[in-house]
């Protein structure tokens, strides 16, 4: 175990106990914490439940989710995450993970994609969604983030999910670059990643979905950005509205060449 | 109230399996309501038949210095002491401080690992409970801190 | 009915590390919803293991163990390909069991 | 909005399936793209509890120049940036009693707390300065954050050893303008306008200056 005093006074840690010699900082022991926590992560449960859900036959249809195309082709989910939101020429539209489970839940199973999107997070059909993305998601750990920018609408997301970081707004002015475009920042005592660029292997986007400690849920990258869009003081982002796609975009794209440790346990 | 043998017959996957193999050592095991309404660390070791507590450096208590989350705090108690009966993990500021009792067999080590909710800092004990009645703790100190924007 | 537990047993040497992960609430019974009413405690209180359905461990967990619980112990004389079964049950009476093969 | 160009109509198919998509051979230009973002805005965002969906869209002309700006990665040009300033510093309500100076317990308080407006409260939620989330302010506090300067010594810094002599006028002055509204000082400050934004009340904000320059505060021991 590392000690060192210059560190301990720069932290000013006058507070803590006394008793041992020297003194980690605050953040060596943050970080103890957060490596205790690494062997255990009850996103396990999700992960389990979601890849379960996959195979199970659901809905008016009685049908599964095997052959649902999250974009490299009906059925194949290794790698799919990484690569998502991209266009779908079926929908004609820029799909997220999450947008595109709910477009193959109806499709496939005819459950009610509209209904889901209303449900709020943690009940009913936005359980197992969250579960799917979960299991989803965790199919591509390891992988680097490759968004494609080859399609005109791909372009344009990106643009428009860049000015959506960017705006200001809510009666505390907040945008998502007020606490994310800037390296070595902390909100209290949690690092904020640069989400303006790749900020490394399993550090922003690369992190979700993750186990949330504080509150013993399991959270897709659709409701993290809820939550932001929550603490901006903004109104509520529809579950898979155009805005959160296009963020997830411009995220993502900045992400390229990151490795994802998805599902993650946070704070 | 189901006796321990029946609930463990309903199960599914080893029905009928624990039941007939016997657990004698385990036949005090129905939920300690004492334990778990006790205030103080010394209460809760009372309600589980040990004495008055004694540091020791042979029960070793393991936890982060800081939780960054109070809702999560990994958690573990172990000893090197043989005969040791039951092993408690413990967080003095809690409304009750008992986090959960291991009874010890020699099937397993002395060496539990659990996370528990803390309501602020506190001190976390481990508490040996002896053969003889004997309890032995250690403690350290774990700070909560307020974590992500106070929302 | 409960999710399924998720159990890993990997030996090492002459000893089984069990890890568990338990799907459960574990509400205090003092915290209050958004209408302000108490949420009844809710919690496992009892938890068992068995190796190769001989039991070997046996606690008691009160509403102060975290939301789906953690819990880590090592079964001394198990090796590869034995079973490893854990139990909960909860103070509602609901219960549950998992198996594992020891890797 | 009344008429659409055939390049923004193929930039909406994007969005609406309805729509026939079109070949395009080039990108949307900037004014698209900033209408087409506003007009996402109003299509996702939905009203929650007590935040309306209409804070979002008709958000004043200090944030939709500083989010175009951030967004272009182009400061703001010192003409903007002076009339910004003006318009903002004539929003400060200075304090009704003349007293600037409050209770630093009570702005302890309200500096660590971050609640408030959100579409999960509600009205009767007291709202929290939400300070400690970028600054350091008290020492003892160790969670606290760094998108802002340290505060920690705010006043003893400045000199300030009796904050209602003629002395320490000024920097009081300062310190409860840039609490009311800090875009009249930096147009483009990342700090929310507490004052001016309704999420502090007069009261409170004279607690929180106290916090900051009371000799006695811990902010300044």
Redesign the interface.
């Known amino acids: 175990m590392k000690h060192s005093i210059s560190v301990l006074l720069a ?7 006394q ?1 041992s010699l020297a003194q ?1 900082t ?1 953040s060596q ?2 970080d ?3 490596a ?2 690494q ?4 996103a ?2 999700f992960e ?2 979601g890849e379960g859900l996959w195979t199970q036959k659901r809905g008016p249809k009685n049908a599964s989710l095997e052959k649902c195309d999250l974009g490299k082709g009906p059925g194949v989910f290794k790698g799919a995450f990484v690569e998502l939101p991209k ?1 779908f020429a079926d ?4 799909q997220d993970l999450e947008s595109r489970l709910l477009t193959c839940m109806e499709t496939l199973q005819g459950l009610n994609a509209a209904e889901i999107a209303k449900t709020p997070f943690g009940r009913g059909e936005q359980v197992n969604m969250t579960a799917l993305a979960t299991w989803v998601a965790a199919e591509s750990k390891g992988m680097k983030f490759n968004l494609p920018q080859a399609n ?2 791909e ?3 990106y ?2 999910g ?14 998502c ?3 994310h ?2 390296d ?7 690092d ?1 990643p640069n989400l303006t660029k790749n900020a490394g292997d399993g550090i922003g986007v690369a992190a979700w979905p993750a ?1 949330r ?4 849920q399991m959270w897709g990258m659709q409701q993290r950005l809820n939550d932001c ?3 901006q ?6 579950f898979a ?4 796609i ?1 963020l997830g975009v411009y995220l993502g794209v900045n992400s390229q060449g990151s490795a994802s440790i998805a599902p993650a346990i946070k ?1 | 109230m189901q006796t321990r043998r029946e609930t463990i017959q309903q199960s599914m996957v080893v029905a009928g399996l624990l039941a007939s193999a016997g657990f004698p050592q385990f036949a005090h095991a129905a939920f300690n309501k004492n334990g778990f309404d006790a205030k103080s660390v010394q209460d809760a070791v009372k309600a589980y038949g040990g004495g008055n507590i004694a540091e020791s450096k042979d029960v070793t208590v393991t936890g982060p210095d800081i939780a960054e989350n109070g809702a999560v705090v990994p958690l573990g108690a172990s000893t090197s002491l043989s005969g040791v009966k039951q092993l408690l993990v413990l967080v003095e500021k809690n409304p009750s401080a008992l986090i959960a009792m291991f009874h010890v067999s020699d099937a397993v080590d002395a060496n539990f690992l659990t996370r528990a909710k803390m309501g602020q800092s506190s001190d976390v004990y481990a508490v040996a409970i002896m053969a003889d009645g004997k309890a032995l703790f250690a403690k350290k100190e774990v700070k909560v801190t307020l974590g992500g924007c106070g929302g | 009915m409960a999710d399924p537990m998720r159990i890993r047993a990997q030996a090492a040497g002459d000893k089984v590390t069990v890890r568990v992960l338990m799907s459960h609430e574990m509400e205090t019974g003092q915290r209050k919803d958004a209408a302000g009413k108490t949420v009844p405690a809710w919690f496992i209180q009892e938890v068992t293991a068995a190796h190769n359905s001989k039991p070997v461990l046996s606690a008691e967990w009160g509403p102060g163990v975290s939301k789906n619980p953690f819990l880590q112990f090592a079964v001394k004389g198990a090796k590869a390909g034995d079973k490893i079964a854990v139990t909960w049950k909860d103070n509602k009476g609901d219960t549950r069991t998992d198996e594992a093969t020891v890797t | 909005m009344k008429k659409m160009t055939s390049k923004m109509r193929v930039i909406l198919a994007v969005t609406s399936a309805s729509l026939v998509t079109l070949g395009c051979a080039t990108g949307p230009s900037v004014a698209e793209l900033n209408t087409l973002t506003q007009q996402i805005v109003k299509a996702s965002f939905r009203d929650q509890g007590i935040v309306k969906a209409s804070t979002l869209i008709n958000t004043d002309e200090t944030n939709k120049v500083c989010s175009e700006a951030d967004a272009l990665g182009k400061p703001l040009d010192e003409k903007t940036a002076k009339l910004i300033e003006e318009i903002n510093m004539k929003t400060i309500k200075w304090p009704s009693d003349g007293k600037f100076i409050g209770d630093w317990k009570e702005g302890e308080r309200i500096a660590q707390n971050g609640r408030g407006l959100t579409f999960t409260d509600d009205d009767k939620t007291v709202n929290g300065g939400n300070c400690y989330n970028c600054h350091k302010i008290d020492e003892k506090e160790i969670s606290y954050g760094t998108i802002g300067p340290s505060l920690h010594n705010y006043g003893k810094i400045r000199g300030v050893s009796d904050p209602n002599s003629a002395a320490s006028k000024p920097i009081v002055e300062y310190t409860w303008g840039k609490i009311w509204n800090a875009k009249a000082y930096n147009a483009c400050s990342n700090m929310p306008r507490a004052g001016h934004g309704g999420i502090l009340t007069e009261a409170q904000v004279r607690h929180v200056v106290g916090l900051l320059l009371d000799p006695k505060s811990p902010v300044n021991q």
């Open positions: 932290a000013g840690l006058i507070t803590l106990s008793s980690k605050a022991s943050i103890e914490y957060r205790m926590l062997d255990g992560n009850p396990d449960l389990a439940k266009y929908t004609g539209r820029v005109q609408a372009k344009t997301f643009e428009v860049k000015r959506l970081f960017f705006q200001r707004g809510g009666p505390h002015d907040f945008a670059a007020s606490c475009a800037e070595g920042k902390r909100i209290r005592l949690q904020l186990y400690v504080s509150n013993g869009y929550r603490q003081r903004f109104p509520y982002p529809g509205s155009d805005a959160t296009a704070r």
